[in-house]
């Protein structure tokens, strides 16, 4: 799904209707010219029980905004030529059980959509909803965690698409200052076990972490830190942070 | 319905409801208590630890008491009440924190996270942390914090920290949502005790079993007073653990009409109520598939009940398929109607309900009324309530 060609991949999230549907738009155009490899699109939902207080607070803005999953596969659809890079849904479970979940993934499909993350579809579950994503061409994106003991996670990397998703941290999303040890041992542990590109997620908040954690996966996902800098209007930052991915590749190549 | 009723299944589903939709980081706990419960249920050690401190730490077995003044004012059928409210901590709830803090010992987790609603849950956990010396943290929306005072004082007082969640409405459903948050930063040294027939497999099977002890012990004595079983079996549901207890050791013996009781809260015709089989659809909320009051987009609805404890937008996966194969019968009380049955049970019988259980009493008069004078009602009287006094005189103004 995503073309790394030996780079490391730096993928934002942002939260669909923060700020208004009709700066959807805008943000996926600006993040796609800062040098983004992909772009994770949240959807809000009323009990997003595995982020923190960031993200919390743009979903409650994006559902005051009258956000739904359906306004935002619309929006996007109209636009989906102008996208190169693979646009992600991220979004709990219950937004799609309500759309259908036939329809979702085929709304989805039609709308540009290349994957999910599902936070609470953990592998136990997946069947529930997996033939509609691969009648649609749709990946599911897995998760595993600092918690996930190694054969489960070789179990998760044996069915990976796209990339694996490893959260760093045992807890819920938001920025943090520092990571534990054991960080670097689970990276490479994961990226040892598994086939398709490891993003670490969850936490990571600054150009430092991201040069630092690039060192032993394939690229990072920064959430509530995106999200809050568009909430706070400094683009600029938006651009220095996404833009440090491009420091770490051209050390790679030198 | 003559077949045997062996859910869930080993993944925890009962029919499409129910299951593990949980974050990945949670899943190697939930596998854990999975595996550990079942090693207990096989350990008689652990059995005879549950049974001694349910006889001489909460009081069980509790009694069955023909209610003679309330069966007189109903003008039919005989209502017995399965009295839960006399348990140390003043209700049902304790049956579950007892066995899951066990649990939790066991796992050698020494650390407690709970939600409340009403706080008698909260009290229960903290109880029996206090009890076997375990850190104890409980989420409650502040909301029921405002509305539940004294179960707010009591937990203080037995050692837990009370922590106010401010999200949503501050009820219920916010307090899980906070709860589960922090069980998925502390789940290496922090064991969950759920309080309701909710949230991922095991935990709806785990606490219908702890709680099956009211039904189990309304059985024999319903037996020994009348030589039968009983006719009908009435409790109130919020995420619906006191129902399920007295209901599931029933659910084969079909002659016994089953009847859940929701919370209808300013009435179904409104917009604020908890009746979430009545006005909603199946969805996924804390790690379960159930019915949830929710909108057209998936968003969960806030409910609305005058009794904190009712207060949930869900109903528990077990009784989600209940419903579907209509086994039981889920009816729908208001605000009004439980205030009402609070007065008349404390009037008629000098037992002051909780508000959650004055659901339950509000339907069996009803019912009583409609069936004949031979016939027996066993309702499930899940808690006292002193801890509504406070709310029912804000709301009467006093009794004058």
Known sequence: MIDLKGNKAFVPYIMAGDGGMETLKEKLLYLQECGAAAIEIGIPFSDPVADGPTIQKAGIRALKEGTTLKMVLNDIRAYKEEISIPLILMTYLNPIVAYGLEKFAEDASEAGISGCIIPDLPLEEEDFILPMLDRNELSLIRLVTITTPDQRIREIASRATGFIYAVTVAGITGARNDFSEELTDFLQNVKSLSTVPVMAGFGISSAEQVVEICKYCDGVIVGSKIVDLFHQGEKEEIKRLVGSIKGVNQNILA | ?400
């Open chain 2, 1 to 400: 319905m003559n077949q045997t009723y062996r859910l869930p299944d080993e993944k925890g589903h009962f029919g499409a409801y129910g299951g593990r939709f949980v974050p990945e980081t949670l899943m190697k706990a939930v596998l854990e208590l999975e595996q550990e419960y079942n090693r207990a249920l096989a350990d008689q050690e652990f059995q005879a630890e549950l049974e001694k401190l349910m006889k001489d730490y909460v009081g069980r077995e509790t009694p069955l008491y023909l209610a003679e003044n309330l069966t007189e004012h109903a003008g039919g059928a005989k209502i017995y009440l399965k009295r839960e409210d006399l348990n140390h901590t003043g209700a049902h709830k304790i049956n579950n924190t007892v066995g899951q803090a066990l649990l939790a010992a066991r796992m050698g987790k020494r650390k407690v996270v709970a939600e409340t609603g009403a706080g008698q849950h909260g009290v229960a956990t903290a109880t029996v942390c206090a009890l076997l010396n375990l850190e104890c943290v409980i989420f409650m929306g502040k909301e029921d914090i405002r509305r539940q005072q004294l179960n707010v004082f009591r937990m203080k007082l037995l050692g837990a920290e009370v922590i106010s969640v401010d999200a949503g409405s501050g009820t219920l459903k916010d307090a899980v949502n906070e709860a589960l948050r922090y069980w998925v930063t502390n789940v290496r040294d922090t064991h969950y005790i759920l309080g309701s027939v909710m949230g991922p497999h095991p935990f709806p099977k785990i606490v219908r079993d702890f709680q099956s002890v009211i039904g189990k012990e309304t059985k024999r004595q319903f037996f020994d007073k009348e030589g039968k079983l009983p006719d009908a079996l009435v409790a109130c549901i919020g995420g619906g653990s006191n129902s399920i207890g007295l209901f599931h050791p029933f659910i084969e013996d079909t002659s016994v009409e089953i009847y859940g009781v929701e919370a209808a809260g300013l009435g179904l015709e409104t917009e604020k109520n908890a009746a979430s089989l009545a006005k909603g659809k199946p969805g996924v909320l804390h790690g379960a598939m159930m019915y949830l009051l929710q909108d057209e987009a998936g968003q969960i609805q806030e409910a609305h009940s005058i009794s904190a404890g009712l207060d949930y937008p869900g109903i528990g996966p077990e009784h989600s398929y209940l419903h579907d194969i209509q086994r039981v019968n889920y009816k729908a009380v208001t605000d009004d109607e439980a205030l009402e049955a609070f007065q008349l049970l404390s009037k008629l019988e000098g037992i002051i309900p909780a508000l959650e259980s004055a659901h339950a009493i509000a339907y069996a008069v009803k019912l009583a009324a409609g069936m004949g004078r031979d016939k027996n009602i066993v309702v499930c009287l899940s808690g006292r309530g002193d801890k509504d006094v406070q709310t029912i005189m804000d709301r009467t103004g006093g009794l004058g």
